[in-house]
């Protein structure tokens, strides 16, 4: 299968998703209380065009080219990695645990907040690199979807930048430490890319490629269940998170049907 032509537009799509948690950090730099509202909604719409996207386009997809049987198990393989990661991580240091944009402050807490934000990077650059994979192998196979996808996860990135700069800007007030922090635990996206485009490219068959897109659709359910709407709904407004989900669900079911 030639996939050499997308190679360079789903590098460039995995390296802008991965790097939007800068946008997080600009966010907590300029914004004491960024708008929570925008936040929910934002989340519930990520996770309304992934969880879309997996069971109307990628699992049928799998399922036409290695069968029902193996496309799923390929499914459920991509959400036992996802959730294999999730389990290597203590859950205080889990972005998924995050409990919101306040931080304490205060010379005592210093340490405490400059350990907290190191572990939150660490923990976020850890769960970035499947995402990578994700948006490098969508635009492979289809540069339109790896669009869609790279919105997403750069929609859900940015709250993940909040949580990795605050505690670092709070606890040493470099406002470039936090940002670099941030940077390199959004980097991991791009690196889990290439890492698994170079291991996947001998055996990248149109099977190989289908059954990576069911893992796929594996991790970003699993993203979308334990990491964007319980994150959404944390920062309240549940009407605005189900807005965000149907509106987000729509988008992808009309640009769908345009094809």
């Not at 919101?100 to 934000?117: E, I, S």
């Not at 996206?189 to 055996?203: C, K, M, S, W």
């Amino acid at each position: 299968m030639d996939v050499s032509g997308n190679i360079g537009w789903a590098l460039l799509l995995t390296v802008i998703a991965g790097l939007s948690t800068g946008i997080g950090s600009a966010i907590a730099y300029f914004i004491k209380k960024p708008k929570v509202a925008y936040l929910s909604f934002s989340l519930g719409l990520s996770a309304g065009v992934m969880i879309y996207i997996s069971f109307m386009e990628l699992l049928p997809g799998s399922f036409k080219a290695v069968g029902e049987v193996w496309g799923l198990v390929a499914f459920f393989i991509g959400i036992a990695a996802i959730a294999l990661i999730d389990l290597l991580i203590p859950e205080p240091e889990n972005p998924h645990e995050y409990k919101g944009l306040d931080a304490p402050t205060g010379p005592r807490k210093d340490n405490y907040l400059m350990r907290t934000g190191m572990l939150t990077a660490l923990a976020i650059g850890i769960h970035n690199f499947p995402e990578g994979l994700a948006t490098f192998t969508m635009a492979l196979s289809d540069i339109r979807l790896g669009i869609f996808i790279a919105i997403a996860i750069a929609i859900h990135n940015i709250p993940e930048g909040i949580a990795v700069s605050v505690p670092i800007f709070y606890a040493t007030s470099n406002k470039n430490k936090a940002f670099f922090y941030s940077f390199l635990s959004g980097i991991s996206e791009p690196v889990g890319a290439i890492i698994g485009y170079l291991i996947l490219l001998p055996f990248l068959t149109p099977a190989v490629l289908a059954a990576t897109l069911a893992f796929i659709a594996g991790v970003m359910i699993y993203i979308s269940l334990d990491e964007l709407l319980p994150m959404a709904h944390r920062y309240g407004h549940g009407h605005l998170v189900i807005a965000g989900i149907v509106l987000g669900m729509l988008i992808m079911a009309v640009s769908l049907l345009m094809l």
